[in-house]
């Protein structure tokens, strides 16, 4: 048997600074290129030893264990025995995921005969299982999995950092109440250009249930303006008619355009469990869906919370001050 040792270290010192990058970024850490560069090799040349019959001691747990310990101080650095901890947390869970999607990939690809030929028994009537993976199956699946991993993980990421900016929407007009799930975007500058309310924009399809039937199906189609023209024309009844407005917004790539908006009696958004009421805002009606996933249903207009924010401190100081002070 010929054993290209080269080619294991440059195959090894592949996949532990494979390991070790993405260890950094799942704990969200910079890397220097030497401590990377260094730290991979020395996983690498731990795996050449395999090869030299006097360095079979060093092939048992504590020294496996140790090595890892030596390769994430020199990529890392000692930062504390807390975050220290994290990152050879981290660094493991990665391995077992290579190791196991290779191991998973590896049996869904084998046939019945191939997996039974390979579990033989022994004479104490336990049971072994012979695995044979080729170097480059292995090679290529580890990336493969690196890969989904860290596209789950990103995914993940996304996830979190939306649900920072998801809050409970709830409209009140006369005694009905709408409430959906609401995003709060920070770039949101829609106000009404005559009475300089702020809009938040929620999608049509809450509001089937009150909207004037001929208006279904038609507020992604047809403009707004023409919408309320045949409003008065027929003389349908619509008890909201004198809270309906226009107001005007330009569209990416497009021209201006109008939405229709309707004036609530007040609007309340909880944001990580915080109240904010407003009665100062109006609501566009989009006839579309705003979340293709259908995470959330409207778009909150940043005034909406800072606005309120300041009126309720405002509130607060007041009464503080209103407050008589008890002299001794």
Known sequence: MVVYVDLIFLTNLIIDGALIGLTAWMRQTKLVWWRWLLSAIVGALYVVMMFVPQFDFMFTFLIKFGFSLVMLSI???????????????????????????ILGVHYMLQSSGELFNGIWFTASGGMSFDLKIAFWFTFIVFFVVLLLFKIVQSAKRKTDRLSTYLGKVEVCIDEMVVSCTGLLDTGNQLTDPLSRMPVMVMEASLWQEWLPESWKHRLKQDSPDQLIMELDQEQEHFKWQDRLRLVPYRGINKGTAFMLAIKPDRVRVTMEETPYET?????????????????????????LVQEAASAQSTAQSAEATEKPLNVV
Do not use: C, M, W
């Not at 990529?75 to 999607?101: C, E, S």
């Not at 009665?279 to 005034?303: C, F, N, R, W």
């Open 279 to 303: 009665t100062k805002v109006l609501i566009g009606l989009d006839g579309g869906v705003l979340s293709s996933d259908g995470k959330y249903q409207a778009v909150i207009h940043p005034e």
């Open 75 to 101: 990529a890392f650095g000692y930062k504390g025995l807390q975050a220290f901890t994290r990152t050879l947390g981290t660094f493991y869970v990665i391995n077992f995921v290579a190791a196991g999607g």
